[in-house]
């Protein structure tokens, strides 16, 4: 089988600790090479990885024929640049959360990738974790039923340390909307299904951050009607006092439906909590091996803090869906349409009134 030349494009936090070690765990893949704007970050990469094709400039890398597929890491700002201009030379591309600044970029990304073919890839981290798998399995099984109510909370303590580019509204777009909420807007539309309208709520509390200017969001909160008859309830803030962070702290989802009730709390990524109609309490339930890892993946589930190395499963999705020319889930489908939710949550927390968006699924699926 001929090797997969993969190219980073971004070699900051999120490449060097879960992109490359990912990659490293698919077979006959080689990352051949890395770009990044910032010198000594791409130093760092090309001592890790001992690469000599580096580049500080992306036209160089996507120029280059042994590169067949890109993983764009970069600040969101120029996450749209970055993946039409790897579209446009051919390249499948995996990019990051959220994928672009607004739904107008996202949505002509998802309509450029799919008129050029080529596989692309959102990356939706979260639904790599066993227990969602499980959950959306079990929905889809009707295990709750005609679904009531869909419930997220994630609840992060980063106090008011400088989060660099990520407290900038132009490099980042939106604060913690983009940067948590978007993975819980995605879990919502995997478990329940698209949203017809919302309201919102966004606030910010710090506006320096360690002695720098912060202008974007550090709560927001969506409530939401789903075309399925459920109501929803999302809520992301990284300023709860004592909490922890990441993959320890809080982020919980709950569905209630006629059937049951499931409950997802990430601190336990392989099981989840489960009530049957006329229960009166809910009741651990342990995943069954399959659903340990991503169908196909060799990763062992053993292996590893089980907090982390489900995200490995994310770079398998994309290389298999390249070697086996399918589409990949979550796709830039899903990266627009968390967008468009996004778009929708802002305007609504500006004009203090509920949004519709029933049209989104709709609009996205034409090409
Ligand atoms: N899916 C997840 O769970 C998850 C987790 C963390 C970060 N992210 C996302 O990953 C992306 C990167 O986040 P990070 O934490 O790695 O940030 P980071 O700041 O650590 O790294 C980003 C890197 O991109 C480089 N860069 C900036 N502009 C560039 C350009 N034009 N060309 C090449 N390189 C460029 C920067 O120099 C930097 O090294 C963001 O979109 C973020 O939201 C996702």
């Given amino acids: 089988m001929s090797k997969i030349g993969v190219g980073l494009i971004g070699c900051g936090g999120i490449s060097l600790q879960n ?34 094709a580096v580049f500080t400039d992306y036209h160089e890398l996507l120029k280059r024929e042994d590169v067949q597929a890109v993983l764009v890491a970069t600040p969101n700002v120029v996450h749209a640049e970055l993946v039409c201009a790897a579209i446009k030379a051919g390249k ?73 580019w990520r407290q900038i509204k132009k490099l980042a777009g939106t604060g913690e909307l983009g940067d948590m909420l ?50 929803g309830v999302l809520e992301s803030t990284k300023v709860a006092t004592g909490r922890g962070e990441s993959a320890h702290s809080q982020d919980y989802v709950e569905v209630n439906g006629q059937e049951g009730s499931i409950v997802f709390q990430l601190e336990q990524p392989h099981q989840l909590q489960i009530a049957k109609k006329g229960e009166k309490s809910l009741k651990v339930c342990s995943l069954p091996r399959d659903f340990l890892t991503w169908p196909g993946s060799s990763r062992d589930p053993s292996a590893g803090d089980p907090l982390f190395s489900f995200r490995y499963d994310q770079s398998f999705e994309f290389i298999d869906a390249i070697r086996n020319q399918r589409p990949c889930t979550p796709s830039f489908y899903d990266g627009a349409l968390a967008q468009g939710v996004m778009d929708a949550a802002i305007q609504s927390a500006a004009e203090g009134r509920w949004v519709e968006i029933g049209h989104l699924e709709q609009e996205l699926r034409e090409k």
Wanted: proline content about 4%.
């Fill in 19 to 52: 992109h490359l070690p990912g990659l490293a765990m698919c077979s006959d893949v080689a990352v051949v090479a890395l770009c990044d704007t910032d010198p000594q970050t791409l130093e760092r990469a090309r001592s890790q990885t001992g690469l000599q």
């Fill in 92 to 164: 499948h591309v995996f990019c990051e959360k959220p994928i672009a600044m607004n739904y107008a970029e996202a949505r002509h990304m998802h309509q450029l990738a799919e008129r050029a073919n080529i596989r692309h890839m959102t990356a939706f981290t979260y639904r790599f974790v066993p227990a969602m798998r499980y959950m959306a399995h079990l929905i889809k099984q009707g295990a709750v039923g005609q679904p009531y109510h869909f419930r997220s909370c994630r609840l992060q303590d980063w106090g008011t340390r400088n989060i660099g």
């Fill in 182 to 231: 978007s993975h819980r807007i995605d879990y919502s539309h995997l478990l329940i299904g698209g949203m017809t309208r919302l309201v919102a709520n966004t606030k910010q509390f710090h506006e320096m951050r360690d002695g720098k200017p912060s202008d974007l969001e550090d709560w927001v909160t969506i409530l939401a009607d789903y075309s399925v008859g459920a109501t």
